[in-house]
């Protein structure tokens, strides 16, 4: 079976905002800062040196040790400027204490910087009305440079998070007429720039539509454009090409300068791609949850591919299986090949073929087996998330690991994973076991693991010897800061019961996406656990934000299927860098199932997100170092998969070919 989909022409659909990204992106931007009024001692100067800098938290840790040794008016002003450097680097929290402490000045410089830091705090809670009620009187009034400079920005942040960015674009414009020096025209179109980016595409489309000043059509038009695409694939790529060509010395240039683009690289992409996936049988619904994902990154895309991509798609459960595919969709007129999904499959193809066509698989061939050249190799490793454990845990402080593994195949490949991570890292594995899957009680493992068998013993020598009653508490190994837990939810919960009963229950807690079943139970007995996942189901990306519930909603029946939404769609956007890169270094990708990057050997791996459980609830967890479009109904609503969980595969939402 073959279907043919040709892009539409077509409007991309609005992603919404975040309120706090957006602000995060805004404020953190930052505006330069220097102190205001009174004398500055000079311990003050390191201070604005700091924030000049860009090193916020510094600052404002500078600014209240200063305030706690001064009294009255100056006191104040040293706690409003910390506040301030507070909220540039994020600290909402603090800042909010701090402007609590500091009664509402009447009039003055002072007052200035308490309205804009109330603002500021308004924009943070997604409050733009509250911020603009203090903002829009001041802009009337007669303000210092310093204070005019940070109200007109935050009045702009305001107007984008009320989704009205032409008026932020005014405003930005005119806040750079009253700037003098190249550095600080440079941050406040950087500052624009990063409002733009998280705007709703549609949004700042429509505003361009209407806008009738040249450069703020400019801005809103390249703008949408980045919206759509998140600064990636061929639609990005060619579109910003064009929007250079339309507008020569826009000031929006300065900031594109930075991103590289190779016009005879980057105009360049197959003109007809091949999607090889299980399409009927028993594996159909997995086959069907990565054709929605690629088909709906395809119909995003649509604006910047001129209708002239065709997308074939193959059952590769047909005769012939997927070499048969592989060498029909070639005769068809191919240039890029993505799937097949299933090993075997996978497996099949490499062995019986040469590759005249480019080719993504959607799972890895076996570590001894060499990939044919022009093969590429793509999947939802659990070795990457494993290693990514490791990652998160060093990055978070903790360098000794003790694990809890399945006692199959799977366990065995994700402990390897993390082990070789954590310990060419610097960090050290003390110890592991492992445990039947299927088990209810996981009380000898979990007791060798972490000493209290032989806490128990000692406890038993030390009475026989004494022969009398002794008060005894069991005591865990001390030299411990963290397990890694490798299990799916139903076990997990388990073990994270039977940890906490032995005396475990306050060391943190790594673990995969195994972990998180995705069938909407409710996940109190997971609570405290961290783990890996793709973005699209923890923490979409502003330009996918809106993606994962419009899946939801046209296919219900795939819910627990998200993540290979997220695979095809990251899927079809790996098209373009690879086809860019022939075989060289990809460019790194900021995609859906991760950040993801290729390794010399053509297979591509993933930098996961984090989440944690709270109070039964997935939350995402900030990255511990800076790290769509209108969707067709194009498919009928995927059936469920019948369950048939192979030893190596800890979820239930996948067969073991996968």
């Avoid at 240039?335 to 698989?361: C, H, M, R, W, Y």
Wanted: glycine share 8%.
């Amino acid at each position: 079976m073959m279907k043919s989909f040709r892009h539409p022409a077509r409007e991309a659909r609005s992603l919404a905002s975040t309120i706090i990204l957006l602000v995060a992106a805004l404020i953190l931007a930052g505006c330069e800062t220097t102190g205001f009024g009174g004398l500055t001692g000079s311990g003050e100067g390191r201070a604005e040196r700091l924030a000049r800098n860009g090193e916020h938290a510094e600052a404002a840790s500078a600014y209240i040790g200063l305030a706690s040794d001064a009294i009255g008016a100056e006191r104040d002003r040293l706690t409003l400027l910390a506040v301030e450097q507070w909220l540039d680097a994020g600290d909402v929290a603090r800042a909010r204490n701090a402007l609590g402490s500091v009664p509402r000045p009447d009039a003055g410089s002072l007052l200035a910087i308490w309205n804009t830091n109330s603002a500021a705090l308004s924009l943070f809670a997604g409050a733009a009305d509250d911020a603009l009620a203090l903002l829009e009187p001041m802009s009337r009034e007669s303000l210092s440079e310093r204070d005019r400079l940070r109200v007109e920005a935050l009045r702009a942040d305001a107007w984008i998070q009320k989704q009205d960015p032409a008026r932020a674009v005014q405003l930005m414009m005119q806040r750079e007429n009253w700037i003098s020096d190249r550095r600080g025209i440079e941050q406040n179109r950087a500052r624009l720039w990063q409002g733009l980016r998280v705007s709703s595409p549609q949004v700042l489309r429509r505003a361009a539509e209407t806008a009738t000043d040249p450069v703020v059509r400019g801005w809103l038009s390249v703008g949408a454009l980045s919206a759509a695409t998140g600064q990636q694939g061929v639609g990005w790529s060619n579109g910003v090409l064009r929007w250079r060509a339309a507008n020569a010395n826009h000031p929006a240039i300065t900031v594109l300068g930075d991103i590289e683009l190779s016009e005879n690289l980057l105009l360049e992409y197959p003109r007809q791609i091949a999607l090889l996936l299980p399409l009927s049988g028993r594996t159909a619904s997995a086959g069907k949850a990565v054709q929605n994902g690629f088909l709906g990154a395809y119909f995003a895309t649509a604006a910047g591919l001129d209708d002239r991509q065709n997308i074939r798609i193959y059952d590769v459960n047909a005769e012939g299986g997927a070499s048969a595919a592989y060498a029909i969709a070639v005769a068809d007129g191919a240039e890029f090949v993505v799937g097949p999904l299933l090993k075997n499959s996978v497996v099949q193809l490499a062995n019986d073929i040469l590759v005249p066509v480019p080719v993504l698989t959607l799972n890895y061939l076996p570590d001894d087996m060499l990939a044919p050249p022009g093969l590429y190799q793509f999947a939802l490793a659990p070795e990457d998330e494993a290693a990514s454990a490791a990652t998160r845990a060093l990055d978070d402080g903790y360098t000794r690991a003790v694990a809890l593994v399945p006692n199959n195949d799977w366990g065995r490949r994700v402990l390897t994973s993390f082990s070789t991570e954590l310990e060419g890292l610097g960090g050290t594995l003390l110890d592991y076991r492992s445990y039947t899957p299927g088990d209810q009680d996981f009380s000898i493992a979990i007791e060798n693991l972490m000493g209290l068998t032989g806490s128990v013993r000692r406890y038993q020598r030390m009475r026989a010897n004494i022969g009398a009653g002794l008060q005894f508490d069991p005591r865990r190994r001390q030299d411990t800061d963290f397990i890694f837990l490798a299990s799916d939810a139903p076990a997990g919960r388990l073990l994270k019961a039977q940890l906490k009963f032995h005396y475990s229950g306050d060391l943190p807690v790594y673990s995969t996406s195994a972990i998180y079943s995705l069938d909407g139970r409710s996940n109190a007995d997971l609570n405290g656990i961290m783990f890996a996942d793709t973005p699209w189901v923890i923490d979409p990306q502003p330009w996918i934000a809106e993606l994962p519930r419009e899946f939801a909603e046209y296919w219900p029946g795939e819910r627990r299927l998200a993540r290979l939404h997220a695979m095809g769609y990251d899927a079809y956007n790996l098209i373009a860098a690879l086809y860019a890169a022939r075989g060289g270094p990809m460019v790194e990708l900021d995609g859906a199932t991760g950040a993801l990057f290729v390794d010399t050997s053509g297979r591509v791996h993933r930098r996961l997100a984090w989440a944690q459980f709270q109070q039964g609830k997935v939350v995402a967890l900030p990255r511990t170092k800076p790290a769509g479009g209108l969707i067709q109904d194009i498919s009928v609503e995927g059936e469920a998969i019948t369950p048939d969980v192979a030893d190596d595969a800890p979820w239930d939402l996948l067969p073991e070919e996968l």
